[in-house]
């Protein structure tokens, strides 16, 4: 079935380090896939999407390029700062179930 | 802004006793959503729903139930709870079906003893 496999955590980085995450995808066809962050506390939000092949996703710093030949979604940012300090959900839309399908989560901790 | 609100941050329950959970969105969406999320597994879909009255199970619908007599208003149901649905439950809804955004609630943290 659809699936999304994410790199685990948790991931410390010190201020100003480059952040990469992890998230390939299984699916049929090619499904829209999603970045959500989970802030203590809080629910999840939308952080960034893409809908095609070679469609990169952008806000706040953070990219992810959806790549159909390494069927790859990777959440990258060039400086993170201990407020980027969350929980990060790489998610896919199955048209087949007609829902999202996520990943379980990659625990980010930033230190000034 | 989207709105996605739960009747509770916190909850504690006892074993056995019948539980609710509420969500209310103020935007108009069609879909409403019940996930679970536990340290490790991430969040796994109990049930939603894509329009009034209607329902359909998810990954792990046992143990619950669902109601959604209104657009707005979509509740979860733990009919006897048990200490292995102690979670932090999270409501979610979105504008329609398809690959959109789905609007999360703060979560409500349930604790069964």
């Known amino acids: ?112 | 802004d989207v709105k996605v609100t739960q009747s509770s941050r916190y909850l504690v329950k006892r074993t056995g006793e019948k539980v609710f959970l509420e969500c209310v969105q103020d935007m108009d969406h069609e879909n409403m959503f019940w996930y679970r999320q536990d340290p490790g597994l991430g969040l796994r879909l109990i049930y939603f729903s894509y329009d009034v009255k209607m329902k359909e199970k998810g990954d792990i619908p046992e143990g619950y139930s669902v109601s959604r007599e209104k657009k707005e208003r979509f509740s979860l149901i733990l009919e006897s709870a048990s200490t292995n649905q102690t979670s932090m439950y999270l409501c979610a809804s979105s504008l329609q079906s398809g690959p959109y955004e789905q609007y999360f609630g703060p979560g409500t943290r349930l604790t069964v003893t």
């Not at chain 1, 201020?15 to 989970?38: D, K, M, R």
């Not at chain 1, 809080?42 to 390494?70: C, H, I, P, V, W």
Request: with cysteine; net charge negative; hydrophobic share 30%.
């Open chain 1, 1 to 112: 079935g659809d699936s999304v496999t994410q790199m685990e955590g948790p991931v410390t980085l010190s201020e100003e380090a480059f952040l990469t995450i992890n998230c390939t995808y299984t699916a049929t066809g090619y499904p829209s896939l999603f970045w959500y962050v989970q802030y203590p506390g809080e629910g999840l939000q939308l952080l960034l999407k893409a809908t095609k092949a070679d469609d990169k996703g952008s806000n706040k710093g953070f990219e992810a390029t959806y790549r159909k030949e390494t069927t790859s979604f990777h959440l990258e940012k060039g400086s993170v700062q201990v407020s980027d300090s969350a929980v990060y959900f790489c998610a896919g839309w199955s048209s087949t179930l007609g829902r999202l399908y996520f990943g379980r989560g990659t625990q980010l901790t930033v230190w000034p």
